[in-house]
């Protein structure tokens, strides 16, 4: 069975039933976008940092969900400082950095077939429109190919290390993509096969 990124706890924010939650979510991040301004920013921020506090999640478990994104908000920096004012840059960052934080906590305190089935019952009344069936095992595909693309991701760089191209970010990117590549075709044939 493929793992999770469910972390088991006994919170508040774990006891919540999934529905809530992304609708919270969803809500959350609607109205950040909205709000604009680095004022609503920083607010949404400390909220969702004192979520992880409730969740007992704690700054290690912070720092793990926001170093993967580093390399993007780098690169959005980057470009901003390029193509424009680097100032400008700031509430879009602080933003993606307050959603991301928002859904990993999200993934963290709720199994993913609670997810799934959530999803699945807030669709049904778009049922004549889409599969809320397909729909929600497409997102629960997704949600759990994210721990296993980073164990392959772990493996191929430790195999790297081992031939002294740690530093290589070839080495590392082309097996990782023929290897994702390959897990795809293999989800989509099984997926076909079911249907």
Request: charged residues 15%.
């Amino acid at each position: 069975m493929i793992a999770g990124l469910y972390m088991a706890g006994d919170s508040p924010i774990h006891r919540m039933e999934a529905g809530p939650k992304l609708a919270v979510l969803a809500l959350g991040s609607t109205l950040l976008f909205l709000a604009g301004g680095w004022l609503s920013a920083t607010a949404g921020l400390c909220a969702v940092l004192a979520a992880y506090g409730v969740a007992g999640l704690g700054p290690r478990t912070i720092w793990r969900q926001f170093r993967g994104l580093l390399p993007i908000l780098l690169l959005i920096g980057l470009t901003h400082a390029v193509l424009g004012d680097w100032r400008s840059a700031f509430v879009p960052l602080l933003r993606l950095t307050v959603v991301v934080l928002a859904a990993n906590l999200v993934t963290l305190t709720t199994r993913s077939m609670d997810i799934t089935a959530a999803i699945e019952r807030g669709l049904v009344p778009f049922s004549r429109i889409i599969p809320p069936a397909k729909v929600a095992l497409a997102i629960s595909l997704t949600l759990r190919f994210i721990p296993v693309l980073a164990a392959i991701k772990d493996e191929i760089r430790e195999a790297q290390r081992a031939r002294g191209l740690e530093r290589s970010v070839i080495a590392l990117a082309v097996p990782l993509i023929v290897r994702s590549l390959r897990m795809t075709d293999e989800v989509a044939e099984a997926i076909e096969a079911r249907s």
